[in-house]
């Protein structure tokens, strides 16, 4: 089953939809979301990325991001995928939003309107080894220092939420 994408303009107004790899081709904006779980600690839930994504494959994340299908309302999205990748069932919340766009070695690129969630949740998370490689629970202090100093071991947007958010 191909996967749709909501295509958007820059006040997430839906334009249309577009098959996911040839949104990524063309570098259309499109919908998204990026999921951020916190423990009673404080600390964030990342994920390392599975090493079979066809970008930023093994890289380190937000607790989990994806794009919703047409028709899907978003909040409704992230939450499927957030129980689809880690095994969470939380109540999510609307953060902001921000737009970004990056390229990537093998020609695909993310042009997004994403949307951030945010919610809480402190057991293990049970993870999805299709979407997800590994995880590690940090607090944002800590993955801001990490970031300076090892840019290339997280995701480009993860970046420049941390860089937003905190």
Not at 82 to 90: A, D, S
Request: negative net charge.
């Amino acid at each position: 089953m191909q996967e749709e994408v909501i295509l958007v303009n820059e006040l997430d107004q839906p334009t249309g939809v577009m098959e996911k790899l040839e949104a990524h081709q063309k570098g259309v904006l499109h919908r998204a979301f990026s999921v951020f779980i916190f423990n009673e600690k404080g600390e964030l839930l990342l994920q390392q990325r599975a090493l079979t994504k066809y970008h930023s494959a093994g890289l380190w994340t937000n607790t989990c991001c994806s794009h919703p299908r047409p028709d899907e309302d978003t909040l409704l999205a992230a939450n499927r995928r957030l129980i689809e990748e880690m095994g969470i069932e939380t109540q999510l919340t609307h953060k902001t939003h921000f737009i970004y766009r990056t390229a990537f070695e093998n020609g695909l690129t993310e042009h997004e309107f994403d949307h951030i969630y945010f919610g809480n949740y402190s057991q293990m998370p049970s993870i999805n080894k299709s979407e997800v490689e590994s995880f590690v629970w940090m607090h944002p202090e800590n993955i801001k220092v990490e970031i300076i100093e090892t840019p290339e071991k997280y995701t480009s947007w993860f970046k420049i939420a941390m860089e937003k958010l905190f």
